[in-house]
Nanobody, 117 residues
Framework: VQLQASGGGLVQPGGSLRLSCATSGFSLAHFPVGWFRQAPGKGHEGVSC????????HYADSVKGRFTISRDNAVNTVHLQMNRLKPEDTAVYYC???????????WGQGTQVTVSS
């Protein structure tokens, strides 16, 4: 199982970024995928997740209405569209795979998102 996050970078407040998570070794149709982030000096925070069955989605209150998670089973990729970014969104973003019990058992290497003017 592998997850490869990409798409991070430096963006001004109010800007947008689209993160991608390329996966291999498992099927997005069978396992949920989530995004976590870790800001400097803080612990991991759950950002969003998408289910395997009905593509239902969940978001942290801090990103609701600004971020959108989606998946493309054909190319085994999950995206996180991030709009109206704020300086407090600055963090390393990780994509993760959950097992059938909802436990996140595999993590990608992370991609840095910096929101600053």
């Amino acid at each position: 199982v592998q997850l490869q996050a990409s798409g991070g970078g430096l963006v001004q407040p109010g800007g947008s970024l689209r993160l991608s998570c390329a996966t291999s070794g498992f099927s997005l149709a069978h396992f949920p995928v989530g995004w976590f982030r870790q800001a400097p000096g803080k612990g991991h925070e759950g950002v969003s997740c998408i289910s395997s069955s009905d593509s239902s989605t969940h978001y942290a209150d801090s990103v609701k209405g600004r971020f959108t998670i989606s998946r493309d089973n054909a190319v085994n990729t999950v995206h996180l569209q991030m709009n109206r970014l704020k300086p407090e969104d600055t963090a390393v973003y990780y994509c993760t795979k959950a097992d059938t019990d909802g436990i996140y058992d595999y993590w990608g290497q992370g991609t840095q998102v910096t929101v600053s003017s």
